[in-house]
């Protein structure tokens, strides 16, 4: 099993052009109710929140599905 690749909030905005830090930030406030804090995408490090890339775009993917199904 591969090491996950994690990365802060910046980083991984920095990295995926095509979310912004500020989007980034809403889907970690509301991790609770959105499914990312189940997800494992979101590593504790003390106060810092990093982010396991694979994890994060895995639960998009989720999300974008249901999206479609309610539509």
Same mark, same amino acid.
């Given at each position: 099993?591969?090491?996950?690749?994690?990365? $802060?909030?910046?980083?991984?905005?920095?990295?995926?052009?095509?979310? $912004?830090?500020?989007?980034?930030?809403?889907?970690?406030?509301? /991790?609770?109710?959105?499914?990312?804090?189940?997800?494992?995408?979101?590593?504790? /490090?003390?106060? /810092?929140?990093?982010?396991?890339?694979?994890?994060?775009?895995?639960?998009? /993917?989720?999300?974008?599905?249901?999206?479609?199904?309610?539509?």
């Amino acid at each position: 099993m591969d090491a996950p690749i994690l990365k $802060t909030v910046r980083q991984f905005a920095e990295d995926q052009p095509a979310l $912004t830090e500020a989007g980034i930030r809403w889907d970690l406030a509301n /991790r609770h109710t959105n499914g990312l804090e189940e997800s494992g995408a979101i590593v504790y /490090r003390g106060r /810092r929140i990093l982010i396991d890339r694979d994890a994060y775009i895995s639960w998009m /993917r989720i999300r974008s599905h249901r999206v479609e199904k309610l539509a």
